[in-house]
Nanobody, 124 residues
Framework: QVQLVESGGGLVQAGGSLRLSCAAS????????MGWFRQAPGNEREFVAAIRRSSGETYYADSVKGRFTISRDNTKNAVYLQMNSLKPEDTAVYYC?????????????????WGQGTQVTVSS
């Protein structure tokens, strides 16, 4: 079992930045590939970014590429999402997810564990 807790969400003006954190507890964090997803009201949950458990290779949705950066610190059992140049369309609840597989997945169904989410609101 892995427990995930997100933090760092909030209200920010367009063009601003936020850094989301996801703290993991439970089994060995380094065994898990990690992902960030988001869900806006009335929309399906969508992929944002992922990072592989071993190589640390990263993958991004086209909509955030060049603006967002996913990273992990296995010594702190944490994964981060640095979000720059935020846009109103980035407004959503952001979720951290963990999966015990060697690759980084864009598919929400691949992940075994989820956090409770943190709200990000970008005003225009």
């Amino acid at each position: 079992q892995v427990q995930l807790v997100e933090s760092g969400g909030g209200l920010v003006q367009a063009g601003g930045s936020l850094r989301l954190s996801c703290a993991a507890s439970g089994r060995t964090f380094s065994s898990y590939s990690m992902g960030w997803f988001r869900q806006a009201p009335g929309n399906e949950r969508e992929f944002v970014a992922a990072i592989r458990r071993s190589s640390g290779e990263t993958y991004y949705a086209d909509s955030v590429k060049g603006r967002f950066t996913i990273s992990r610190d296995n010594t702190k059992n944490a994964v981060y999402l640095q979000m720059n140049s935020l846009k109103p369309e980035d407004t959503a609840v952001y979720y951290c997810a963990a999966g015990e597989f060697p690759y980084a997945s864009r598919f929400a169904g691949s992940y075994d564990y989820w956090g409770q989410g943190t709200q990000v609101t970008v005003s225009s």
